[in-house]
């Protein structure tokens, strides 16, 4: 049977090629539901979703209303992110 038969077949195909995380640590960006169920559990930075929504949707409304242009003063909106590490990012030295 081919080893990306099955299930979990798309989930190991890139580990089977890059040697995840032994070679190639990788880290994603969002903590989808799947991404601690592939193979190894995919590193993330994760984002505040209903936070970005109660941020960013009066802005969104505002700019659709036509409060915009050289006379509206440009804001920063900063959203806390958080690392969330799994196996995908841990190099394991010779002896593990």
Not at 5 to 11: P, Q
Not at 67 to 76: H, N
Request: proline content about 10%.
């Amino acid at each position: 049977m081919n080893q990306f038969h099955g299930d979990r077949g798309a989930a190991r195909a890139p580990r089977a090629r890059a040697r995840v995380p032994e070679t190639s640590p990788s880290v994603g960006y969002d903590d989808f539901v799947w991404t601690p169920q592939l193979d190894p559990p995919l590193s993330v930075v994760a984002q505040e979703v209903e936070e970005i929504a109660r941020t960013g949707g009066p802005a969104a409304r505002r700019a659709l209303n036509g409060a915009v242009g050289e006379d509206v003063p440009p804001r920063v909106m900063r959203i806390e992110s958080k690392l969330i590490v799994r196996r995908s990012s841990l190099r394991r030295g010779p002896d593990a």
